[in-house]
């Protein structure tokens, strides 16, 4: 069994057929480490969001391998390993906060069983549902637990889901820029309370975005993606301390990954275009 908690082996992905084919993505390989928190930067169009369907199971590889603690990803789903925060929230407008971020273990309380069947062991094991209200809390939604969505800002709206998320304790949380809909000032907070449900239940996370900025703050390691076809150029391990609060935004060191990632995201579109 793999002790990585995500492989990506040579993965291909291509729709479309004969002379109007598009390659989404070409010989991607990836080896992600459990608990960590990986961060997939790249220009529009460079397969970020195709690769993270490719993890999640929702798009096969039409080439290559990918496991999740060694099984497919259609068999981590199925033990309920894999959890998702899409773009936007998707909540359930009729329950409120607190029933939404509920609703998952109400629904899926076969998981641990279903994650024992097949007889996978991952680096936490099989954790009991946490506390959803002390998580409401942590996140910052104490006051709202009884709110309905359509009461809450965007960026509330968004911290639920990913609450939602973290509540049932998937081994992998695959995040598709979930703060990009988000002013400044939002986002940033939001980096904040993700980076704090992280750090107490360092469940493995892959993170796609636009910015360099967030992908610095959050991340453990980076992932540089290039278009046409899409493909992995960098991988860039990120060392700065944690915990990354706002004051780490200022400092030289930040500034250095920032303009190492710009770099390698210039390269990768100069051979691009090249």
């Known amino acids: ?11 291909r992905r291509v729709y479309g057929f004969g002379a109007s084919a598009m390659v989404a993505l070409d010989d991607v390989g990836l080896s992600i480490e459990p608990g960590r928190f990986v961060s997939v930067i790249g220009p529009s169009g460079c397969g970020k969001s195709t690769l993270l369907r490719l993890v999640a199971g929702l798009e096969p590889a039409d080439r290559g391998e990918v496991s999740i603690y060694g099984v497919s990803p259609e068999e981590a789903c199925a033990a309920k390993m894999v959890g998702l925060v899409p773009q936007t929230p998707a909540l359930l407008p009729w329950l409120s906060v607190l029933k939404n971020v509920t ?10 069983r279903r994650r024992s069947a097949i007889g996978q062991t991952t680096h936490r094991g099989t954790p009991a549902c946490p506390d959803m209200t002390a998580l409401l809390s942590k996140a910052g939604l104490a006051e709202a637990a009884h709110r309905l969505p359509g009461q809450l800002s965007g960026g509330m709206q968004q911290r639920t889901a990913i609450v939602r998320a973290f509540g049932l304790q998937p081994d992998v949380l695959l ?13 940033e907070s939001l980096q904040e309370q993700l980076l704090d449900l992280w750090d107490e239940l360092k469940t493995t996370v892959v993170f796609v975005t636009h910015s360099v900025s967030e992908a610095v703050r959050l991340s453990d390691m980076i992932v540089v993606m290039a278009p046409k076809p899409g493909r992995v150029t960098d991988v860039v391990p990120v060392d ?6 706002r004051d780490l935004l200022k400092t030289p060191e930040f500034h250095r990954f920032e303009d190492l990632i710009r770099d ?4 990768a579109w100069h051979t691009h275009v090249a």
Do not use: C, H, W, Y
Not at 175 to 187: Q, V
Not at 240 to 245: V, W
């Open 175 to 187: 995040m598709d820029e979930p703060f990009s809909a988000l002013d400044e000032f939002t986002r």
């Open 1 to 11: 069994m793999s002790a990585a908690a995500i492989e990506v082996r040579g993965a």
């Open 240 to 245: 700065l301390p944690r915990p990354r609060g």
């Open 264 to 267: 390698k995201l210039r390269a």
């Open 103 to 112: 609703l998952p273990q109400k629904v899926n309380r076969t998981a641990g």
